[in-house]
Nanobody, 129 residues
């Protein structure tokens, strides 16, 4: 059974930083995609970043490029999302998700919700001005 567990959300002021972790267990294949998504009240869930465990290729949404960094420790089956220069518009529930790659070799993992079937319960990030 695949389990996805996020941790590390919290509250910060504008310009602050947070680091979140995502632990994936039970995935039946060695290499898979791990994506971070967020959903603000009244808005659709959107992809933020993703990483392929089998080599580390990454995806970032334009809104977070240069501010967020996704990384991984494959030995621990854990992925991280380092969020810097946070803005109030980054406030949302953040979810981690996992699934097999659907994309091309150069970017195997994307930020579409329907590309992922295994989801964590989410962790809240609140950025105050």
């Amino acid at each position: 059974q695949v389990q996805v567990v996020e941790s590390g959300g919290g509250s910060v002021q504008t310009g602050g930083s947070l680091r979140m972790s995502c632990a994936v267990s039970g995935y039946p294949y060695k290499n898979y995609c791990v994506g971070w998504f967020r959903q603000a009240p009244g808005k659709e869930r959107e992809g933020v970043a993703a990483i392929y465990t089998g080599g580390g290729r990454t995806y970032y949404a334009d809104s977070v490029k240069g501010r967020f960094t996704i990384s991984q420790d494959t030995a621990k089956n854990t992925q991280y999302l380092q969020m810097n220069s946070l803005k109030p518009e980054d406030t949302a529930m953040y979810y981690c998700a996992a699934d097999s790659p659907r994309g091309l070799a150069l970017q195997p993992c994307g930020g579409r919700v329907n590309e992922y079937n295994y989801w964590g319960q989410g962790t809240q990030v609140t950025v105050s001005s």
